[in-house]
């Protein structure tokens, strides 16, 4: 019962992005997973969601394989991603961009939604009212109805876990959930991120903010040049040395 | 006065424009290429409009008529043509929509002939409206625009398929990760876009003529309302129809019946220099 990754290998040209990359997540688990720039932790996401195929390696989740299975096939398996640079509907509201998130309804047709009218707003009003407590989770009441692309770097950045909490996961992954982010809206996204963590969804954090995921995250892998270096608790890794010359460049 | 009643004659051709313009631009926003064959799926319904017409005597059978036969040909256009050429560069699509457009033209001159044809209805005694004349016919013909337009802006903003049209239009990618699928999204867009072309054709023919090219002829009104509404945006595409043909209608007495349509071009050119987004505009969902 657990997201597992298996020597996962990825190369573009002749540049290895990723070699042999393992590592697990139990359900509900929460891990970071940390390392210099161009270490692969992206890429590694990328392959994870299904955005990227491996050259070889396999995934399994919740004790099935994931090869084969396109983003939104994976997202259907409770495995959902967010993005770095945060992705949205600029022009639809938070409330519509939270909407358009939970596909597979009746209404998503003409002829479903002329001919199955009642059954349409009944699961719009089923939806409308799950995407109004996930906002009032996330404290986005205020912004609710402006349209996405004008919200702040941090808002977008739970209009994403919002978006991703429609999906129904049991596992996230955050890329760079703090990258862009005011200190206090750190805080808060923190704070929900253990909330949800507490209702037993996973997360794997890539962080670039060692501070903020050794304060999150109770195990973390480190990576470089496409590699796991190490992983464990935050102290035992932090004080490896091997983390401190790929991390820190050998200033120590 | 006399400018007031010519800027009402004008709404019911800003109207006719207008609808072509949302037709316009849902494919754009959506298909994201500029379909030439617009003013002749237009063509389309207001020779099915006509022939129903004629047949049963009825303007709301023909006008249903109208609104399916376009809506399936904008479909059978799709699935047939612009659907194999999908992730191709914008000019071959565009090439292929201007390829649409003559057979559809071309099958409607073999099928009714290039003489012109007339809609039979009868003429009535325009009532007064705070001093304006006002032709009933001309407020039918609005009503009915106003009750398609009201129905499509219905779909894409008030239904699950209309938000995700809208998010297709916003962020292609993203859509498609979300789980999203792109040939429902693309056949509502289709149908829809047929159908509102189908009402503006018919509005057309029963206002002037019905022959093989009046709705060519409209390309070009149509494509400059679409960009001075700015270009994806629907409420933009029927304000700037509206605008369109008012300035139109009030133009007549300056620069005479046959140069009208050169206001068009103007505007079209005037906005593409000034303001290339256009009045609603957001030229960052044109990628």
Redesign the interface.
């Known amino acids: 019962m657990s997201l597992q990754v298996t020597n996962i290998s990825k190369a573009f040209g002749g540049f290895k992005a990723l070699s042999g990359v393992s590592l697990e997540v139990p359900m509900g688990g929460l891990v970071g997973l940390i390392g210099p720039n161009g270490a692969g932790k992206s890429t590694l996401f990328s392959v994870i969601s299904g955005f990227m195929p491996p050259d070889e390696g396999a995934i399994g989740f919740d004790g099935r394989s994931l090869d084969g299975l396109n983003p939104a096939g994976r997202a259907r398996t409770g495995l959902v991603r967010t993005f770095q640079v945060p992705r949205e509907f600029a022009h639809l509201t938070v409330r519509e961009n939270m909407m358009a998130a939970a596909p597979g309804q009746t209404g998503e047709s003409l002829v479903g939604l002329f001919l199955r009218a009642g059954k349409v707003r009944e699961e719009e009003e089923r939806l409308a009212e799950e995407v109004r407590e996930v906002i009032r989770f996330l404290r986005l009441e205020r912004v609710a109805d402006e349209p996405a692309g004008k919200l702040s770097g941090g808002q977008k950045k739970l209009v994403e876990l919002g978006r991703a909490l429609l999906v129904k996961p049991r596992l996230i992954l955050l890329d760079e959930p703090f990258a862009g982010v005011n200190p206090v809206l750190i805080g808060e996204i923190m704070e929900r991120i253990r909330e949800l963590n507490g209702r037993g969804i996973g997360f794997l954090v890539i962080e670039h903010d060692l501070e903020a995921l050794t304060r999150l995250a109770p195990q973390l892998y480190v990576m470089d040049q496409g590699r796991i270096l190490t992983m464990g608790a935050p102290d035992a890794v932090l004080a490896d040395a091997r983390v401190r010359e790929a991390y820190l460049g050998g200033a120590v | 006065m006399f400018y007031a009643q010519l800027a009402v004659n004008g709404l019911v051709q800003g109207l006719v424009v207008g609808l072509g313009a949302l037709a316009l631009t849902l494919v754009f926003g959506i298909a994201r290429f500029p379909n030439a064959a617009t003013g002749d799926t237009m063509t389309f319904g207001a020779y099915t409009a006509l022939t129903v017409h004629k047949a049963s005597g009825s303007l709301a059978l023909g006008s249903i008529a109208a609104v399916g036969g376009a809506a399936v040909l904008a479909l059978v256009a799709y699935l047939t043509v612009f659907k194999r050429l999908a992730g191709r560069s914008v000019v071959s699509l565009l090439v292929a929509s201007i390829g649409i457009g003559f057979m559809i033209r071309a099958g409607l001159g073999v099928a009714f002939g290039h003489q012109q044809q007339v809609f039979n209805v009868p003429l009535s005694r325009p009532i007064r409206i705070a001093g304006l004349a006002i032709n009933p016919l001309d407020l039918q013909l609005a009503t009915v625009a106003v009750v398609a337009l009201a129905a499509v802006f219905a779909?894409l903003y008030l239904?699950?398929?209309g938000?995700?049209m809208?998010?297709v239009?916003?962020?292609r990618?993203?859509?498609?990760?979300?789980?999203?699928?792109p040939e429902?999204v693309m056949?509502?867009m289709w149908?829809?876009a047929g159908g509102v072309s189908a009402v503006g054709g018919m509005m057309l023919g029963i206002k002037t003529i019905v022959s093989p090219e009046v709705g060519w002829e409209m390309l070009l009104p149509i494509f400059a309302a679409t960009i001075l509404g700015g270009i994806g945006s629907p409420v933009g595409a029927v304000v700037a129809g509206l605008v369109l043909g008012v300035a139109q209608e009030v133009s007549t007495p300056f620069v005479g019946f046959t140069y009208k349509i050169a206001l068009s071009f103007v505007v079209l050119l005037a906005v593409l220099l000034v303001r290339p987004r256009g009045l609603f505009g957001?030229i960052?969902?044109v990628r």
């Not at chain 2, 990618?173 to 699928?181: H, K, M, P, T, Y």
């Open positions: 779909i239904t699950p398929i938000r995700q809208r998010a239009a916003d962020n990618d993203l859509a498609r990760v979300s789980g999203i699928r429902r056949t509502a149908l829809i957001r960052e969902g």
